[in-house]
């Protein structure tokens, strides 16, 4: 790409979300950075981490968020470890496995529930009828779990009785459409895509013990030791911009469109999977104890993290907005 396209697309891009009021700056990891600014990782196009992009609406004066676009959780995770970036909103395994190694990261806020799909061909009907049956699923995600518990209940041996396919999530929907495999269970936007063109849900994932939770909002320790303030600030943005848009489904639709170019109709559907929260409840907590009793069951964490350090709801309760 030559430099006047590129600056070209880089005012087209900026325009658009100037027009729906997104103003947060966007970057790539290792991309330049204004190092003022508060960086926080995300994934590209899933509707259930999307709240970053509403941030810079509810930001201080003199702040300025960042969001720096991610393809996976583990990534953002080893980020926010490492210090390249301030906050992620990421798959709360990610966080298990980093609390469980050792790794410097905090869950501070929920972010989203659901945003998962088990789809597959028309002819399967059943969990049953996966038996022999191409699946593709994320390693090391929600989705890995809720795939391997469903697959489980109904007497399915994930390791004989299927055949599973690591993709990433970009990769899902082209997988389906291109005969690779037959079902799957990923995150939004792919279920919604490949629905439109003859997929049909299964069953529903969310009937296990870990529930629909999947989409946390972390930082690190040293973050939170440093600079509270700034750690307080974030997580009251970050649950203004969740509020806003449980508020406004349009906005939340609109930006989706507008920000990654995807088709509304997939989004209407996507965004209907999707349940956004940011209290860390007693419940909540619970749901996410059993998921990492279920990652450490299914071999995921070398040992059981200590509950006690992986989570810190004190910016939730300070701040007069949660439990």
């Known amino acids: 790409m030559n430099r006047t396209l590129g600056r070209v697309l880089s005012a087209l891009f900026a325009a658009l979300l100037i027009a729906t009021g997104l103003t947060a700056c966007v970057s790539t990891p290792g991309g330049d950075s204004d190092p003022a600014s508060v960086r926080i990782g995300t994934l590209r196009g899933q509707p259930h981490l999307y709240a970053p992009y509403f941030m810079q609406r509810f930001a201080p004066a003199g702040t300025t968020y960042e969001i720096v676009l991610f393809e996976n959780s583990p990534d953002i995770k080893n980020a926010i ?6 906050f992620g909103v990421l798959g709360a395994p990610s966080m298990l496995a980093g609390s469980a190694a050792g790794q410097d990261v905090k869950i501070v806020a929920s972010a989203a ?42 007497g399915l041996d994930p390791a004989t009785d299927v055949q599973l396919v690591n993709l990433s999530y970009s990769d899902m929907a082209n997988a389906y459409k291109s005969g690779r495999i037959d079902a799957f269970l990923s995150a939004e936007t792919a279920p919604s895509i490949v629905m439109q ?20 909002f972390g930082t690190r320790g040293a973050l939170i030791d440093r600079d509270r303030d700034r750690v307080q600030q974030a997580v009251r943005s970050f649950v203004q911009a969740i509020e806003y848009m449980k508020g406004d489904h349009t906005a939340w639709v609109d930006g989706l469109v507008t920000t990654f170019g995807l088709d509304r109709a997939i989004v209407d559907t996507a ?19 059993a998921l990492a009793e279920q990652m450490r069951a299914f071999d995921q964490l070398s040992k059981a993290p200590d ?11 300070s701040a007069g907005i949660g439990r």
């Open 271 to 289: 965004t209907k999977n999707v349940w956004l929260r940011w209290e860390l409840d007693d419940e909540y907590r619970g749901r996410v104890v």
């Open 81 to 86: 470890a490492s210090g390249a970036i301030d």
């Open 197 to 216: 063109v003859g997929a049909h849900p299964i069953a529903s994932p969310y009937d296990t013990a870990i529930g629909a939770v999947n989409i946390v």
């Open 113 to 154: 529930d659901g945003g998962s799909a088990l789809v597959g061909k028309p002819e399967i009907t059943t969990v049953n009828g996966l038996r022999g049956k191409k699946i593709g699923f994320p390693q090391g995600s929600s989705q890995e779990i809720l795939l391997r518990l469903t697959l489980t209940a109904h």
């Open 307 to 317: 509950m006690a350090k992986v989570f810190d709801t004190g910016f939730l309760t």
